[in-house]
């Protein structure tokens, strides 16, 4: 619970690789990435799996395009069936000796080479230390930061004491590769290679879709191929004796089975009226919206911080409130657009702007839920936005001119 408001939350554990092993891995991801996009596209899955890929063609593509890929197709299907599911502990779950054949598959080898052996190894036998640990003894990021040292460890010396005080965990079981290396995302869609083949066949009997986004997957299928409740249930059998083939696991709390008739989609489960929730955006049959947490967790932030600057303020006896770039720039139009991807307000319009291209046929409602965010975000600063950067803006033009 938030401030009375209950958001789910699912906790990942990220893993960080040493700055030297990075660059390694990064390097192999690129070489990996190259073979695997020649073999999805050899064993024609290549549209079929969405996630941790550099396509030349696809710059710029991102879950917005994906979501509204498929939430377009299942208007135009105007009756389907849909089963959404999600692996459990997808990274953490990955048997070593069935990744191992996929990884030579992918790489077109009967064994791997000694470099890449050496990279496997590193990845599936890895070695860490918990962050808290690490602050415990060197001190917090926040804490070095201020004395101007940018890692943990000062010299080799240091990092020798601190290993005798505290020895290395190691991941001695057949499973599990670390998430958040360079090339932990390209060796997990290699893991589920013969999943996304054996899915994507079975789907393709019905003129059905099916996309899986890392841990994530959905299959729509149109009635007029498979008319009955049963056949849709046989199917999702066949899909979880696939799954069990490749070791795979599915969280069933986050697995829905529904179908969609002309505007209105019904969780076959419960037999109610329900919506869709995919890759961030939520479909109702005919509304599209992002999750109802994104525009409550951009509100909260924002508030976090106005909070933040008006104690700051009354503390030091400011004339204004203080962190005034950095409020502009995340919580309003004023800078939306600066930085690599701009602010929460930047994605929301260009959710907003690529469903209306690609799912025309859906009432998308992304704009209308952050619309009022000018009058809230005001009225917790006390002062109109606009005004006081017009003002701002106008001495800075005077001190121009005089300077010339």
Same mark, same amino acid.
């Given at each position: ?56 063609? !696809? ?5 917005? +395009? ?25 990274? +953490? ?64 010396? %240091? ?47 019905? %003129? %059905?879709? $099916? ?40 969280? !069933? ?9 002309? !505007? ?5 489960? !419960? ?12 479909? +109702? ?13 951009? $509100? ?67 704009? +209308? ?12 600063? %006390? ?22």
């Amino acid at each position: 619970m938030t401030d009375g408001i209950p958001i789910k939350t699912s906790t990942r554990t990220i893993m960080y690789a040493s700055h030297i092993d990075n660059f390694i891995y990064k390097h192999y991801a690129e070489k990996l990435n190259i073979q695997y996009n020649q073999w999805v596209e050899a064993n024609q899955i290549d549209e079929n799996v969405i996630a941790y890929r550099f396509k030349e063609g !696809e710059k710029g593509k991102s879950n917005i +395009d994906y979501a509204a890929d498929v939430i377009n197709a299942i208007r135009k299907f105007e009756t389907c069936y849909i089963f959404i599911g999600d692996f459990k502990g997808y990274f +953490d779950s990955l048997n070593h000796h069935k990744l191992k054949a996929n990884l030579c598959e992918v790489l077109g080898v009967d064994r791997l080479s000694h470099d890449w052996f050496k990279v496997f190894q590193s990845v599936t036998k890895y070695s860490y230390y918990n962050k808290r640990v690490l602050n415990k003894f060197c001190g917090s990021y926040k804490k070095l930061r201020r004395l101007k040292q940018y890692t943990y460890f000062k010299n080799p010396k %240091g990092f020798r004491k601190f290993k005798e005080l505290y020895p290395v965990q190691t991941n001695n079981t057949e499973v599990g590769i670390p998430q958040g290396t360079a090339i932990s995302a390209l060796l997990s869609n290699a893991y589920a290679i013969h999943f996304d083949i054996g899915v994507k066949k079975l789907v393709n009997q019905y %003129g %059905g879709i $099916y996309r899986r986004y890392s841990d994530d997957f959905i299959i729509v299928v149109p009635t007029r191929t498979l008319q009955h409740v049963y056949q849709f249930e046989s199917l999702k059998k066949t899909i979880y004796l696939l799954k069990d083939k490749e070791a795979l696991e599915i969280k !069933e709390d986050k697995t829905g089975s529904y179908l969609y008739n002309h !505007e209105t989609i019904t969780n076959l489960k !419960e037999d109610k009226h329900d919506k869709i929730d995919y890759l961030g955006f939520v479909f +109702d049959g005919i509304n599209v919206k992002m999750k109802d947490k994104s525009p409550y967790k951009f $509100y909260r932030n924002a508030y976090k911080l106005i909070r933040k600057t008006k104690k700051v303020k009354g503390r030091k006896g400011l004339k204004k409130i203080p962190y005034r770039k950095r409020l502009y720039r995340l919580y309003t139009n004023l800078d939306m657009h600066s930085g690599y991807y701009g602010n929460f307000i930047t994605y929301a319009e260009n959710a907003q702007t690529k469903f209306d291209r690609i799912s025309p046929d859906t009432s998308n409602l992304m704009m +209308d839920q952050i619309k009022n965010r000018k009058i809230h975000i005001e009225r917790m600063l %006390g002062y109109n936005i606009n005004v006081k950067v017009l003002a701002d803006i106008s001495i800075l033009v005077l001190i121009l001119l005089q300077i010339k």
